[in-house]
């Protein structure tokens, strides 16, 4: 159901060209049809208003020439003339005409020629008033000192007078002209916006098959169309890293712990098999047991990686004396590995420094770098380290350095990262590449930082920082300093 129902949506979805294009047409359409209908409302109103107001003074006109004699209207014989040439004002048609009644509403004069039963059907019964409401007219009186005499009607269609097929015809192209330049306005936008999120989705496609190698060369003058072109590139870009050291660091992974079980399956069949001596086989088997020690190492540094990065391992704060935890780091370690013989020599300031931290997990980023720097010496060489406790602002750190061979330089930008190991350490020991990484997650974890200073053939300098604990009574003498020193 729910498999339908994505194709069924999938079939239903549009290109934002199209979607948007359309929509807006449509919203043109609607919106300039809207005006349109009020405009020409408008136009009709206003021309009838004028129209009317031209007729009437034609009536106007028509009853100053009109004589009354005797109770009786004369028309002026060159009244049939002066219409005629009024008639031009007019934009007449077949029902334009002027009728002049008397008192009596009998037809004296009309233009164009009538009888009186087409003044019925022209006027209503009360003659007040056009009896067809398609047609409007103009009614004047004729007055004679204070009592009317009789009335002037100019009377023609409403459509003669507001607008023609003409103008409906050139009201008609001019919206429908705005509406094309509207849509091909949006239609261009549309499509200069469309066009690089098409780059990116196709691109996106790409990285979802599994081919990283895609580009991106499209470049406008859109700000964020070129910063989304650009991050979506270097995603890509680092998604394929991310892949190939995935890649790599599986192979390298799979590789070491594979060396070990081959080596113990090896030793173990010897033994078995009776193909050394006794006394051989007591060797073998303490290989054995070192490789699997080994391993064992290995998979735990993997365990402990994974529970970090999980959420999983849980890092106290408590208030610690970091001097007194690191001398009895170095004394522990300096006993498991006396058989080397290392030299470490610890140097801290006077007094005590508390820092607020998980002292269980600042021994295994201490003993970790301590490891390394073995690890690091040269065959024949004594590992010495100077360990130095210090404190600089609200942070206290422990340098340690080392006398071994170095990081070299394109390996240094890497050593935090998880499974790397640079060529000389694959060489000289096993491992999967873990342990610094594990340490500075273990540092940021307390609010603290693991850091590389620096590293050379004569040996390696890491600084481990951690939050300075300050007791209250310092923190407000040092508020009360700060204070009196504002204030003077």
Known sequence: MDRQLTSSRRKRSTSILSHWTLRYFLILCIGFT??????????????????????????????????VKDHQLQVPPNLNMIVSKREKLFNTDHYFCVMVLDQNNKLVFSQPEMQQKDVYYRLSDDFLEPRNNKYAGVMVDIVD??????????????????????????????????????????????????????QVAYAAQQIRSGNYDVSLTLNTREREINE??????????????????????????????KTPVTSIKG???????????????????????????????????????????????????????????VG???????????????????????????????????????????????HATPPGQQAQFHIHVRAAKNM??????????????????????????????KRRNRGLGLGLTYSRLLAQEQ??????????????????????????EKMQISEKTYRSTVQA
């Open 328 to 374: 009895e780091i170095i004394h522990q370690w300096k006993i498991a590995y006396e058989e080397y013989m290392p030299e470490v020599q610890l140097h801290t300031p006077q007094g005590s420094l508390y820092v607020m931290g998980d002292a269980l997990r600042i021994q295994q980023i201490i003993v970790n770098l301590l490891n390394n720097g073995l």
């Open 447 to 472: 609010g603290g930082e693991l850091t590389l200073v620096s590293s050379s053939p004569e040996g390696s300098l890491f600084s481990l920082s951690l939050p300075h604990w300050v007791s209250e």
């Open 396 to 425: 206290l750190h422990v340098d340690v350095q080392d006398n071994g061979t170095g990081i070299s330089l394109e390996d240094q930008p890497k050593i935090f990262e998880r499974f790397y190991r640079g060529e000389l350490k």
């Open 145 to 198: 000192g204070n009592q009317v005499m009789g009335k002037v009607w100019v009377m023609q269609s409403k459509q003669s007078i507001t607008f023609g097929p003409e103008t409906i015809w050139l009201v008609a192209l001019i919206f429908g002209g705005l509406i094309l330049c509207g849509w091909l306005t949006i239609y261009l936008l549309s499509r200069k916006l469309s066009r690089p999120i098409r």
């Open 267 to 325: 030793l173990v069949m010897a033994v078995r098999d009776d193909v050394v001596n006794p006394q051989e086989g007591k060797e073998f088997l303490d290989i054995a047991l070192k490789e699997s020690e080994r391993m064992e190492r290995m998979i735990a540094d993997l365990l402990d990686y994974n529970a970090m990065t999980a959420g999983s391992v849980t890092v106290r704060k408590e208030r610690t004396d970091l001097k007194l935890l």
């Open 34 to 67: 809207v005006i349109a209908a009020g405009a020409l409302y408008w136009i009709r109103t206003t021309s009838i208003e004028k129209g009317l107001k031209t007729a009437e003074l034609l009536g106007l006109e028509i009853a100053d020439r009109v004589i």
């Open 228 to 257: 989304l072109v650009s991050s979506f590139g270097d995603m890509a870009t680092r998604l394929r890293q991310l892949e190939e050291w995935r890649t790599l660091s599986l192979a390298g992974v799979s590789h070491e712990l």
